[in-house]
């Protein structure tokens, strides 16, 4: 490709909403452009190194028994009526009416629509173990799309979906998926480690998540150097501090004015915040209507919402109203479920933490020495509290620290969630009918781009792995040598390599500036200055060292330094044991 000729542009600054280095990088270098908010077209540089990236992607998935197919990408509503998702799923699912009336769905996410053909396609045991894939457009109405490519609402995604006879089965194409996706990330250049997740509106028994460490991150990690646990903090558990036994004391009313937080009400009764209850408000979504809902925990803890919505089954969570307070009989900063109209959450620490301070559900007072059990009780105990830095390990007891990152990637046991609901059955040899069972598992290719971008740049621009970058090489012509130039170029292409050719009439420090804003491996650099040393320049984009390589040696030497970035990524694609 002859730079002259290519159609997007780079550019000296990035626009001032964006923040972060991928999204700066990617729109200066000529990859992305913005149509509006959370959605993208991708140009020539970003579409080759796409892709290169769905190439990885379908080589890694046929290798453990993939066959590609192509989903809609519209579906009828009917399909998530039958599975229960229409009326669980938010406003983020893009919902409209065709013509003739009938509801339709933007596609999120396929297991509807492998479920009916499941349906139609699977008859017998025999048929089974299948995997099929696609990589297929998607819409999820995101309403805080940020950080460029990082989070949108229309993406591109690789899912694949296993279907088994039995859990034995499943739990074999789970483990498939858990080593292929680390390939892919490996060869992509992208360092990621997989961590416990919630299912969340997929269902099903088991999922981790694939996470780029970054501080752009909009996820919490909770690790544990101690014994290697690690868990997104949404669903994390922790070894939570005893609190002492005491024998339980009257209820006590006081006044507590100017106390509506728990840290003002711990400094103003001079107790530990461990000794106070901290009560939250929510209007849960539950079986399609809305509940009021207080959440108990310990004053010294946050809340999980993850946690607590997994607790009580809620398609949905939002913080409750003033008024919805106000109608359940609690009041805003001195509420408690005592004497409370609402479905009561307790944390599992709550009944072993005697003589709590608690709210009075009257405005500047609290009550001292509540305990559960004889004060209140709740309709669900479970573990609601959300993990943090320094917090006990469960397994080991050593203090967990905590990281920001990006789910890149996610893998999920199904089970038979979609296949019960959609009537995806099969003649089993011996067990006569039984329900299909499932995976499914994802990456997003446009986030794995910006990741890369993140993770390979520096103060001058992108530095892409040899593997996904839109070509091998950047050869920069200087004046007066355009005919050799124009040679080697026709030469390293016939070679099989791939180059962009800067061909225009520029100043050199432009052409420089802009190869290394582009960020591809290998720079050439053809001058009357390396010709009179009797070759090219030739320079790594990872590496400030330049060679003079003769010039009848220039397509074997790129092609030597092509193989060693190659090498360099393959040995970075080792074994990773499975971690449950």
Aim: charged share 25%; net charge negative.
């Amino acid at each position: 490709m002859y730079l002259r000729k290519l159609f997007s542009q780079t550019a000296r600054e990035a626009p001032s909403e964006a923040t972060v280095a991928s999204h700066q990088l990617l729109l200066r270098a000529g990859f992305i452009r913005q149509l509006g908010s959370g959605i993208f077209s991708y140009l020539p540089l970003a579409r080759r190194a796409l892709n290169k990236i769905e190439a990885i992607m379908r080589k890694e998935i046929e290798a453990i028994g993939g066959q590609e197919v192509t989903m809609p990408v519209v579906h009828p509503a009917r399909l998530w009526q039958e599975s229960g998702r229409w009326g669980s799923v938010g406003p983020e699912m893009g919902r409209f009416t065709d013509r003739n009336g009938h509801d339709m769905v933007l596609a999120m996410t396929h297991e509807e629509v492998v479920a009916d053909l499941v349906r139609r396609e699977i008859r017998s045991y025999r048929q089974l173990p299948q995997l099929i894939y696609h990589i297929q457009v998607k819409w999820r109405d995101d309403p805080r799309p940020r950080a460029g490519l990082i989070r949108v609402r229309e993406f591109t995604m690789l899912d694949s979906y296993s279907l088994d006879a039995g859990e034995e089965g499943l739990d074999t194409q789970y483990r498939a998926h858990y080593q292929a996706y680390f390939d892919i990330f490996h060869r992509c250049g992208l360092p990621v480690m997989a961590v416990g997740a919630d299912t969340g509106m997929m269902g099903g028994s088991l999922a981790h998540e694939y996470m780029y460490l970054t501080p752009i991150g909009e996820d919490t990690l909770i690790l544990c150097d101690g014994c290697g646990y690690r868990a997104n903090r949404q669903i994390a558990a922790f070894r939570k501090p005893a609190s002492a036994p005491e024998e339980a004391r009257p209820i006590e009313k006081v006044a507590t004015p100017g106390t509506a937080t728990i840290d003002q009400l711990a400094d103003f009764l001079k107790v530990p915040k461990s000794k106070t209850a901290k009560a939250v408000f929510v209007m849960a979504t539950i079986d399609g209507a809305e509940q009021f809902v207080c959440a108990v925990v310990r004053g010294d803890m946050e809340t999980s919402e993850t946690k607590l919505a997994n607790a009580i089954k809620a398609a949905e969570l939002r913080p409750a109203r003033e008024d919805e307070i106000l109608a359940a009989g609690g009041v805003p900063g001195y509420a408690s479920p005592i004497g409370l109209k609402a479905l009561v959450v307790v944390d599992d620490a709550i009944p072993q933490s005697p003589n709590l301070v608690a709210g009075a559900n009257e405005a500047s007072y609290h009550l001292l020495n509540t305990n559960y059990g004889r004060d209140y009780r709740a309709d669900i105990e479970a573990d609601i509290a959300a993990a943090g830095e320094g917090d006990a390990c469960l397994n080991c007891g050593r203090p967990l620290r905590a990281e920001r990152g990006v789910e890149v990637g996610n893998i999920f046991k199904l089970g038979t969630r979609y296949s019960e609901a959609l009537g995806c059955t099969f003649d089993d040899q011996d067990a006569g009918e039984k329900p299909v069972v499932m995976g499914s598992y994802g990456i997003g290719s446009g986030r794995l781009l910006a990741c890369i971008a993140e993770e390979h740049n520096d103060e001058y621009g992108l530095s892409w792995p040899i593997t996904v970058a839109p070509y091998h090489a950047h050869l920069i012509a200087l004046p007066g040598v355009q005919e050799v130039a124009g040679k080697l170029y026709d030469d390293l292409w016939a070679a099989g390599i791939e180059v962009l050719y800067d061909d225009r009439d520029e100043r050199p420090g432009v052409k420089f500036a802009d190869a290394d804003l582009i960020g591809l491996p290998l720079r050439v650099t053809v001058s009357e200055r390396s010709l009179s040393a009797s070759g090219v320049e030739l320079k790594r984009r990872d590496s400030k060292d330049k060679v003079i390589v003769p010039l009848d040696e220039a397509v074997g030497r790129l092609r030597g330094e092509i193989d060693k970035l190659h090498e360099e990524i393959a040995a970075e694609v080792v074994e990773v044991p499975f971690e449950a």
